[in-house]
């Protein structure tokens, strides 16, 4: 899959999902990635230059045009091909149906979920709450087998944490799940649009 590295290149998804907005020069992202603090950007700009470069060599974006304002630099505006979408949606979901220790990805995913129809990120979030429902039953077992075992509480501790933030995380996310089939989540086609 182009451009996939070890972990989720969260500045890569971002520009894909802001070019679902329509086309857009690096310097207007940059401006509305700082003004809605999404915080898990790091590195901005460089690291937002190097994303586009990249993307732009993998096709999944394209430059549509080179503008100019006043005396400012030319700057090239992008598009996303149906490539690139198609790769967003792949990406997205991804991040939202995994479940891991790292929550930053999902930060990210939520933050560009209006990315997609509301139906595939509930699919997604429908796969994250299994897996949610799977890790606590089996903290369950791991935790009646070390009481069982009589091993001092001192030793349980991580097992009662993960079990505790995996719950916590499950109780939202269905919950989540619940209001967006009501549609009390307002939707991108539901919102205004957005503006650097």
């Known amino acids: 899959m182009a451009g996939r590295r070890s972990g989720p290149d969260l500045v890569a998804l971002t ?8 086309p857009r020069h ?11 603090h999404k915080d898990y950007v790091a590195g901005l700009p460089r690291s937002l230059y190097h994303a586009v470069r990249k993307l732009d060599g993998d096709g999944l974006i394209a430059p549509v045009e080179t ?3 006043g005396g400012r630099p030319e700057r090239t505006v ?5 490539k690139g979408r198609s790769e967003l949606a792949q990406r997205l979901k991804r991040i939202l149906g995994t479940v891991g220790r790292d929550s930053t990805p999902m930060v990210a995913a939520l933050s560009l979920a209006g990315a997609l129809p509301r139906e595939e990120v509930g699919d997604a979030l429908r796969i994250r709450v299994d897996e949610l429902r ?13 009481k069982e075992a009589g091993l001092p509480r001192l030793t349980m501790l991580e097992v009662e944490y993960e079990r505790a933030r ?5 109780d ?6 619940e209001q967006m089939g009501k549609g009390n989540v ?7 649009p957005l503006t650097g």
């Open 166 to 170: 995996d719950t916590a995380e499950l």
């Open 26 to 36: 690096a310097y207007d992202m940059q401006r509305f990635i700082t003004a809605t």
């Open 186 to 192: 307002a939707w991108s086609a539901e919102l205004p």
């Open 172 to 177: 939202w996310v269905e919950e989540l799940v």
């Open 67 to 69: 503008v100019r304002d």
């Open 15 to 22: 520009v894909l999902a802001l070019l679902t907005q329509g």
């Open 78 to 82: 992008y598009g996303l091909t149906d």
């Open 134 to 146: 799977r890790r606590v039953a089996e903290a369950d077992e791991a935790l009646a087998a070390m």
